[in-house]
């Protein structure tokens, strides 16, 4: 009792070794609304469960039915081993080498079934800063919920009797909306420094607050970032881009320090004003596009976070003599490298980022068959949408866009009259500090936020960024 008002006191409510038996709520308790559980999702339960099997729906599933949000997926928990499970379904397929789990296919419906994992060792595998390198047992349901991250992500949900099964206080936290680490803060964050990045997530996804001892070492623990495999860090930042709340996401890490190193573009980009009213104007877009259920583009996405950084090395590259053209190509080589180490961009997102960027200066060539041909180009709607981000951005003339926009609607003899009419100079100069002129009209700018076709039709579409579909 009194080791517990402690714990508390000392904000150590969750800790773990002490949560073996949870605290179960009924369905008038928690409010799930049963229309909102995938039909496939209770199919994988009942089959485990009719096998003898324990079987729950748990993590984000459980989370977002709590918070009365349909999830995008669903997550099933169980004793049964990955072998057991696999044999009990038709189509199912064991992934992974270590720690092996087991897809479910109902169609293109994916369920993901993993075994309950055991508690962490003292002595498991870390390398030099503490980060658990491999961790792979099986375990009890109260060993699972303790390795889970944060209290509202470590509670399951039975379909059979709607019970809600709550280990670590995840209720309250929903209700309060708060964002907990499950144990202690330093020691979660150490063994997994991705979990920094999940906090920062969740608190902007789910609009959450994140609790005062969860909070408090991020800032100092940040650098650990630099140690987890590029890809991993790259997953976990595609879905935070591809949330639906990039933007929120991406002030909140500036908020607490984790942006330094993580993408260093956020370091420039968000303090020059020309680059950051460009990239809030691409994550608009994104975040636009991810609500209404649409396609997002990775390329696309990457290609206008780096914009600036691009069009900086572009100028150097001219400046010291180089021609226009070869000096974006050095630049777009240049900024590409540098993010490979930190991203690990896959080849397939770098070539459509050079792409979009490359096609660029073509827009200014507004003679002869040139924009002909540029129409033709395969990610013509990418490069386009892209030209029409910097116009919203007043990095550039609003007119060039205009007339993008006029020559692709126009019949061919309107094109002829676009062809001849007189240019003014040819658009600013990526990057020059100029304003933008005046807009001739008030609807220009708001074709950039919607940016349909651009990431539609580039096909990076249906990408790794593209999960949450
Ligand atoms: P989303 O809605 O974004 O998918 P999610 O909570 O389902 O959110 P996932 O990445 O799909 O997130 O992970 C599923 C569950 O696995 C989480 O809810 C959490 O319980 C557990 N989990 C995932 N990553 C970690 C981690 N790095 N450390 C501890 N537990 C984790
Ligand atoms: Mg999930």
Same mark, same amino acid.
């Given at each position: 009792m009194i080791k517990k008002f402690i714990n508390r006191l000392l904000g150590? *409510?969750? $800790? @773990? @070794? +002490? /949560? /073996?038996e949870p605290v179960v709520l009924g369905p008038k308790e928690h %409010?799930? $609304? &049963? *229309?909102? =559980? !995938?039909s496939n999702a209770i199919r994988v339960t009942q089959s485990l469960q009719e096998a003898g099997f324990k079987a729950f729906l748990v993590g984000g599933a459980v989370r977002d039915l709590l918070l009365g949000i349909k999830p995008k997926d669903f997550d099933v928990a169980t004793n049964a081993t990955p072998e057991q499970v696999k044999r009990l379904f038709r189509r199912a397929f064991i992934i992974g080498r270590r720690f092996q789990i087991v897809h479910v296919m109902f169609g293109q419906d994916l369920i993901e079934v993993t075994t309950f994992r055991g508690a962490t060792a003292d002595d498991v595998p870390k390398d @030099?800063?503490?980060? =658990?390198?491999r961790d792979n047992t099986f375990g009890d349901q109260h060993e699972d919920a303790v390795r889970r991250d944060f209290t509202i992500n470590a509670m399951y949900y039975n379909p059979a009797d709607q019970s809600v099964l709550d280990y670590h206080g995840g209720i309250p936290d929903i209700r309060s909306r708060t964002l907990r680490v499950i144990g202690v803060p330093e020691v979660r964050f150490r063994e997994d420094p991705v979990r920094l990045l999940r906090v920062v997530r969740f608190a902007a996804k789910l609009g959450f607050t994140i609790d005062p001892a969860t909070r408090e070492p991020i800032k100092v623990m940040a &650098?650990?970032?630099? /140690? =987890?495999p590029a890809a991993r860090v790259f997953d976990e930042m595609l879905k935070l881009l591809f949330s639906g709340h990039a933007l929120a996401c991406l002030q909140q890490l500036r908020k607490e320090g984790l942006h330094h190193g993580l993408l260093p573009l956020l370091d420039v980009v968000l303090e020059q004003p020309l680059g950051e009213k460009f990239v809030r104007l691409a994550l608009g877009n994104t975040d636009e596009r991810v609500r209404q259920g649409k396609p997002v583009s990775p390329g696309f996405l990457f290609a206008s976070l780096l914009w600036h950084q691009v069009v900086e090395k572009w100028k150097a590259y001219e400046a010291a003599g180089e021609h226009s053209l070869p000096a974006l190509h050095l630049a777009a080589d240049d900024v590409l490298n540098a993010q490979t180490d930190k991203l690990a961009l896959q080849r397939k997102i770098a070539g459509d980022m050079r792409d979009i960027w490359a096609m660029q200066p073509r827009f200014d060539r507004r003679v002869g068959k040139s924009p002909y041909k540029l129409l033709e180009h395969l990610r013509f709607r990418a490069g386009y949408d892209f030209l029409l981000l910097r116009c919203a951005s007043g990095e550039i003339d609003e007119e060039i866009g205009e007339w993008w926009t006029e020559f692709q609607d126009a019949d061919g003899p309107g094109r002829e009259l676009l062809l001849a009419r007189k240019l003014k *100079? &040819? %658009?600013? *100069? @990526? %990057? $020059?500090a100029a304003p933008a002129r005046k807009?001739? +009209?008030? !609807? !220009? %700018?708001?074709?950039a936020k919607t940016g349909e076709e651009g990431q539609a039709a580039n096909p990076g579409a249906g990408g790794p960024g593209a999960t949450n579909d």
């Open positions: 150590r *409510k969750n $800790d @773990a @070794a +002490r /949560n /073996n %409010g799930i $609304d &049963p *229309k909102l =559980v !995938s @030099a800063h503490g980060r =658990v390198l &650098p650990l970032i630099n /140690n =987890v *100079k &040819p %658009g600013e *100069k @990526a %990057g $020059d807009r001739r +009209r008030k !609807s !220009s %700018g708001t074709r």
